[in-house]
């Protein structure tokens, strides 16, 4: 069965400096992967997606997530952090061809705070 | 607007009632989803839908009954509610399987927070 880490409980960052959300998952065969962020009061938010092709995939608000194959890692970035990125991340995997709707796995969570 | 709505938001009830909350989306996708979300355990999928009339159990279904008569809504239904089942419900749908669609995420609804005395 596929499982998903984030390692770390709470990342505290500066505003403008890079920040990174680490994750990592364990799967059979091949990942779909996915980044979410929640808000506070509000519902999981689709953030970017890896299915195959480039391991450096962008997605909203200027983040983007690098696919590490052999350290399997999907690692969530962003260049210059903002106080408004201050939010609840997860890291979700599903594995290609399996049962989509019971085997997609979400992380534990990253609060990231983004100190202004 | 087209999305994913939960109802109610709020709930407070009292243990050994019934409650059901509300899930209704309007993208028409085939897959729905309840997950529940506590402190230390991320989210756990209770139970899931591929389609109208097809339900089947997640992680953690004990407690609750799902029913899926029209392919936009999918209750969950918590038949004797205990203080365990304190938590915020959260409601999901995705296209799931396919050429296209086992790659799509899952779209999200606001949650209800329930709380049990």
């Known amino acids: 069965a596929q499982s998903v880490a984030q390692p770390e409980d709470q990342v505290n960052v500066a505003e403008g400096n890079p920040l990174t959300v680490k994750c990592t998952y364990s799967?059979?065969?091949?990942?779909?992967l996915f980044w979410y962020v929640q808000y506070p009061n509000r519902g999981l938010q689709f953030l970017l997606k890896?299915?195959?092709?480039?391991?450096l995939v962008k997605g909203s608000y200027g983040f983007e997530a690098e696919f590490n194959k052999s350290q399997t890692s999907f690692h969530l970035k962003k260049p210059s952090a903002l106080v408004s990125d201050s939010a609840l991340y997860f890291c979700?995997?599903?594995?290609?061809?399996?049962?989509?709707?019971?085997?997609?796995?979400f992380g534990p969570g990253t609060r990231l705070s983004v100190l202004p | 607007d087209a999305g994913i709505t939960q109802s109610p938001r709020y709930k407070i009830t009292e243990t050994g009632r019934q409650v059901t909350l509300m899930c209704h989306q309007t993208?028409?996708?085939?897959?729905m989803f309840w997950y529940r979300q506590d402190l230390g355990h991320g989210l756990r999928l209770i139970y899931y839908?591929?389609?109208?009339?097809?339900?089947d159990k997640g992680e953690v279904p004990d407690g609750y009954v799902v029913s899926r008569s029209k392919t936009e809504n999918f209750p969950l239904t918590l038949e004797s509610a205990t203080r365990s089942q304190t938590s915020v419900y959260f409601c999901?749908?995705?296209?799931?399987?396919?050429?296209?669609?086992?790659?799509?995420?899952?779209?999200f609804g606001d949650g209800t927070r329930l709380s049990i005395l």
């Open positions: 999901a749908s995705g296209t799931g399987q396919g050429a296209f669609g086992g790659n799509q995420p899952q779209h």
């Open positions: 799967v059979s065969g091949n990942p779909y």
């Open positions: 890896y299915i195959t092709g480039d391991n």
């Open positions: 979700a995997v599903r594995e290609l061809g399996d049962n989509y709707g019971q085997n997609f796995v």
């Open positions: 993208w028409s996708h085939s897959y």
């Open positions: 839908s591929a389609a109208a009339d097809i339900t």
